[in-house]
């Protein structure tokens, strides 16, 4: 029994699943490289439509005795190209937490590594990268990426630390972590930063699943997670500390300051989408 409990331990680090702010277990198998291609379609095909729509309807505007390219038709044409290319899908992927049009219709949507919600700076290094790795090299690179790499990731995932993953919520929540009160005011101070992504999903899913472990088994396998934690944690916790209400409040901690990142990122998209709705200086109603 004993020997089951350890070969299921160690194979949470093979398991890839997303736990939520709220402790919401969700499904987090890799979108396979098909689906991928089918969602990118409809992104990027709607990209290209309303990139060309607005092509045509700038050269319409244009007058045609002009016969020498108007510096501000060219300015115009590289604000449509960086509108469409870069902006929209920005704001669109980021505002959604990882989702988009296409990945929205077949239920796919973009996590970190560690299997959080991505912010802004993963948004942006996707949407840049695919200006080489979709349009310049009409995708080719992004497809060879998805087909090689262990999580269908393309350059972009690789660069940002994100992959695309099936959004299925299951029906099941595990128990929320909650932060051991004698370490809160030990864990508001500490410095989380250098905490690998995996090491802190599978400290999690062991808290969760510490119910169900033997006894020997869960205190042997808490006091290792512990251990390879300490490091990457400074300062270390007050002594005598128990390991699994250490790794508590270092994961309490951790979820609290991401959902206040998560919260200032969706205040500063907010505040961008008011001051884009907002007529120029000068235009009239």
Excluded: N
Excluded at 191 to 205: E, K
């Amino acid at each position: 029994m004993e020997d089951e409990t350890m070969a299921s331990s160690e194979r949470m680090m093979e398991e890839v699943r997303i736990v939520t702010g709220e402790a919401v277990l969700l499904d987090a198998a890799p979108a396979s490289v098909a689906v991928r291609m089918l969602s990118g379609l409809i992104d990027y095909g709607l990209v290209m439509v309303g990139l060309v729509l607005s092509l045509i309807t700038l050269v319409s505007l244009r007058p045609m005795s002009a016969a020498a390219p108007d510096p501000l038709i060219v300015i115009a044409v590289s604000l449509i190209l960086l509108t469409w290319l870069v902006v929209l899908p920005l704001t669109i992927e980021t505002v959604s937490r990882g989702s988009s049009i296409g990945r929205w219709v077949l239920g796919l949507r973009v996590v970190r590594d560690d299997g959080g919600a991505v912010r802004l700076r993963h948004c942006l290094v996707r949407a840049l990268v695919g200006i080489i790795e979709i349009y310049a090299a009409l995708a080719t690179l992004a497809i060879a990426s998805c087909a090689v790499t262990r999580r269908g990731k393309r350059l972009g995932d690789l660069l940002a630390g994100t992959y695309v993953v099936r959004d299925q919520v299951e029906t099941a929540a595990a128990p929320p972590i909650l932060m051991p009160p004698e370490l809160a005011s030990w864990a508001e101070q500490a410095d989380l930063r250098a905490l690998p992504g995996d090491l802190a999903l599978v400290a999690r899913t062991f808290l969760q699943r510490a119910s169900t472990i033997e006894p020997r088994s869960r205190e042997r396998i808490g006091a290792e997670l512990a251990a390879s934690i300490s490091p990457s944690v400074s300062p270390p916790p007050p002594e005598g500390t128990h390991p699994e209400r250490f790794l508590a409040a270092v994961l309490a901690e951790r979820r609290d300051r991401e959902l206040a990142l998560a919260w200032k990122d969706r205040r500063a998209a907010e505040s961008t989408r008011t001051r884009m709705a907002l007529l120029p200086h000068g235009v009239g109603e």
